[in-house]
């Protein structure tokens, strides 16, 4: 156990299954930590553990620990076989992957790394699908090899202050207002990554999917507005500040600097501010020419066959974004199938 904030509680669990250490280390990555949960929104106790209908119904229960569990049993089947180790593997279950990983992935990356050294690390961010990439039903297991860059910018506008029946000349609100209009009008350009093309080369298409899309382009979210003063907010006042919050993700080799000009351009108003929240840093793509993924690619079809197997970028954030600069060769992968509804249900 490393308690990383003892106040708080958290702390991050490692195990080890000693091998030959004639390979480097197999990493088995999974986060304790959940979403927070609005309980009004719950048919149960989202912490309750509750069977119902042949699920277990739980905060997390799909994020992950689902996963967290698979590679618990994976740890105890091993430690009760006689099945050779060449290589060393070590369970490691994070505390904070939700909130930034700074304190669970990040702080093993930053303090521990050195001890466990990983070839492979086997995390989230893919699984078994049915009409997710395709239209039709093939079973397609995706291994997620890299990931988008997470691009958080905050809009700011000033203006002058008033009341509501006299309105001044530059209202804060409403220059925002416009500005966030140009950047919903703004397409982002369509760009084929080497992993995307692999996809589309294995699968022959991609179905046009909101998934989908963000696959092919960076993509742009408002996920905060703010415009007002008191609390609650005084309808008759116009407010001297407005604020926005947009979750840019973007493709593994986009420079950030290159595209924060690029909106600044399509916003093209200097009384817009743009700030950055979180700053992405290098996204590296695993390769998938390697003795782990020519394992999964044949074990698979020997569990499901007929299915297919198939490197995938995913459009998220996970902990392998922090071991990958370590050298580690991080692939997002999950064993079993998962349905649309199922997926869905995640974060909700």
């Not at 080497?194 to 742009?220: C, D, F, S, W």
Request: hydrophobic fraction near 40%; aromatic fraction near 8%; proline fraction near 7%.
């Amino acid at each position: 156990l490393y308690w990383t904030d003892r106040p708080t509680g958290r702390v991050n669990v490692v195990a080890r299954l000693r091998g030959t250490g004639a390979k480097r280390p197999l990493m088995l990555l999974n986060h304790m930590d959940t979403v927070p949960v609005d309980r009004s929104a719950w048919s149960v106790d989202p912490f309750g553990g509750v069977r119902k209908g042949g699920y277990i119904y739980g905060r997390g229960a799909l994020d992950m620990k689902n996963f967290g569990i698979v590679q618990l049993m994976t740890m105890i089947v091993l430690q009760r076989s006689s099945t050779p180790r060449t290589r060393d593997v070590v369970f490691v279950a994070v505390a904070d992957e939700e909130v930034s990983g700074e304190l669970g992935a990040g702080w093993i990356a930053d303090n521990r790394w050195d001890e466990i050294n990983a070839e492979y690390v086997l995390d989230e961010g893919g699984f078994g699908t049915e009409g997710f990439f395709t239209g039709d039903d093939r079973l397609i297991f995706s291994v997620g090899v890299a990931e988008k860059k997470v691009l958080w910018l905050k809009l700011s506008v000033s203006g002058t202050e008033g009341h509501g029946s006299m309105p001044p000349m530059e209202n804060a609100n409403f220059i925002l207002a416009q500005a966030l209009s140009r950047v919903a009008s703004y397409e982002t350009p369509e760009r084929i990554t080497p992993v995307v093309q692999e996809m589309i080369r294995k699968l022959g298409h991609l179905a046009e999917t909101p998934y989908n899309n963000a696959l092919r382009r960076n993509t742009i979210s408002l996920t905060v507005m703010k415009g007002y003063v008191g609390d609650p907010p005084k309808s008759n006042v116009i407010p001297s500040r407005a604020e926005a919050v947009l979750d840019c993700r973007l493709l593994p080799d986009q420079d950030p600097d290159e595209f924060v000009a690029k909106l600044k351009q399509v916003i093209d108003d200097p009384r817009v501010q743009l700030d950055y929240i979180e700053k992405p840093q290098e996204s590296i793509v695993s390769p998938f020419d390697t003795e782990l993924f020519r394992v999964i690619e044949s074990e698979l079809p020997r569990l499901f066959p007929g299915s297919l197997v198939l490197p995938h970028l995913i459009i998220y954030g996970t902990d392998s974004r922090l071991f990958r600069p370590k050298g580690a060769i991080c692939y997002g992968f999950f064993p079993g199938p998962v349905t649309m509804a199922e997926y869905r249900s995640i974060h909700g």
